[in-house]
């Protein structure tokens, strides 16, 4: 891993191929539900009156651009990563709406399966917009991430994800994506009200950018290949640190 900045303060960019963590939190609701188990104790009450969850998704990623503007990052197919499952072992999206979010989960480590993605995000936005081929490298669609504005240390980029998300395809046609788990997971708590209005409101932000088709849907990203020589990142035995306190950073392997 290579270093970037604690979130107080200018960045320190990140250059092409080095290796950083994408990671998501873990929504913790306040007295409905079952806090997810398995990562450090969660952190601070966050605004609204509810603790930051622990995290529970990690993906080590690799560095494509970084600019004042624009995270790119390349997640190469077979990268070991973490993700949640429920407690006995049953998948996440194997589990009924009604209880996928309200039974015990644990953080497991996997391996992403499947063809690889390039994330893009850009400061302040609360959403980021990933790229899907086959394995061939045929394009099939973008994949619009509504999520928090990701919070940037020495390591990667931290974010909370918030269910509701938008599938847009090369034709230009666009849908909405996953509002059933937005609608439950309101339900559940994890969710309030005001959260949600702002995640609406940010579904109809992308939707108008879609709609003007600004960047990135845009530029040439599809066509986009990841260097030959650039390494699979490793996952790290202290993915979960927090921020602030991290190992000495690595170097980047030789080329």
Request: proline share 10%; hydrophobic share 35%; glycine share 10%.
């Given at each position: 891993?290579?270093?970037?900045?604690?979130?107080?303060?200018?960045?320190?960019?990140?250059?092409?191929?080095?290796?950083?963590?994408?990671?998501?939190?873990?929504?913790?609701?306040?007295?409905?539900?079952?806090?997810?188990?398995?990562?450090?104790?969660?952190?601070?009450?966050?605004?609204g009156?509810?603790?930051?969850?622990?995290?529970?998704?990690?993906?080590?990623?690799?560095?494509?651009?970084?600019?004042?503007?624009?995270?790119?990052?390349?997640?190469?197919?077979g990268?070991?990563?973490?993700?949640?499952?429920?407690?006995?072992?049953?998948?996440?999206?194997?589990?009924?709406l009604?209880?996928?979010?309200?039974?015990?989960r644990?953080?497991?480590?996997?391996?992403?399966?499947?063809?690889?993605?390039?994330?893009?995000?850009?400061?302040?936005?609360?959403?980021?917009?990933?790229?899907?081929?086959?394995?061939?490298?045929?394009?099939?669609?973008?994949?619009?991430?509504?999520?928090?504005?990701?919070?940037?240390?020495?390591?990667?980029?931290?974010?909370?994800?918030?269910?509701?998300?938008i599938?847009?395809?090369?034709?230009?046609?666009?849908?909405?994506?996953?509002?059933?788990?937005?609608?439950?997971?309101?339900?559940?708590?994890?969710?309030?009200?005001?959260?949600?209005?702002?995640?609406?409101?940010?579904?109809?932000?992308?939707?108008?950018?879609?709609?003007?088709?600004?960047?990135?849907?845009?530029?040439?990203?599809?066509?986009?290949?990841?260097?030959?020589?650039?390494?699979?990142?490793?996952?790290?035995?202290?993915?979960?640190?927090?921020?602030?306190?991290?190992?000495?950073?690595?170097?980047?392997?030789?080329?």
């Amino acid at each position: 891993m290579t270093t970037g900045t604690n979130g107080a303060g200018p960045a320190h960019r990140w250059r092409p191929g080095d290796h950083v963590l994408w990671r998501y939190r873990a929504h913790h609701p306040t007295g409905v539900g079952v806090p997810v188990v398995g990562d450090p104790a969660a952190g601070p009450p966050a605004a609204g009156g509810r603790a930051a969850g622990a995290f529970h998704i990690c993906r080590p990623v690799t560095v494509v651009e970084d600019t004042p503007e624009r995270l790119v990052v390349w997640l190469a197919p077979g990268t070991e990563c973490v993700k949640p499952e429920l407690l006995d072992g049953t998948p996440i999206h194997s589990e009924p709406l009604v209880t996928r979010y309200t039974k015990p989960r644990a953080a497991v480590r996997t391996s992403w399966s499947g063809a690889g993605v390039l994330k893009l995000a850009c400061p302040d936005e609360p959403w980021s917009v990933w790229l899907f081929w086959d394995r061939h490298w045929r394009f099939k669609n973008w994949y619009v991430n509504l999520e928090e504005p990701r919070r940037r240390w020495a390591g990667g980029v931290d974010s909370e994800d918030h269910f509701l998300d938008i599938v847009v395809y090369p034709d230009r046609r666009w849908e909405w994506r996953d509002e059933d788990e937005f609608a439950q997971a309101q339900q559940a708590g994890l969710l309030d009200a005001e959260q949600a209005a702002r995640v609406h409101a940010a579904g109809r932000a992308a939707v108008r950018l879609i709609s003007r088709w600004g960047r990135p849907f845009c530029e040439e990203w599809t066509g986009w290949r990841p260097e030959p020589e650039w390494s699979i990142p490793e996952l790290p035995a202290d993915w979960d640190r927090q921020g602030g306190a991290r190992r000495t950073p690595q170097p980047r392997p030789a080329s």
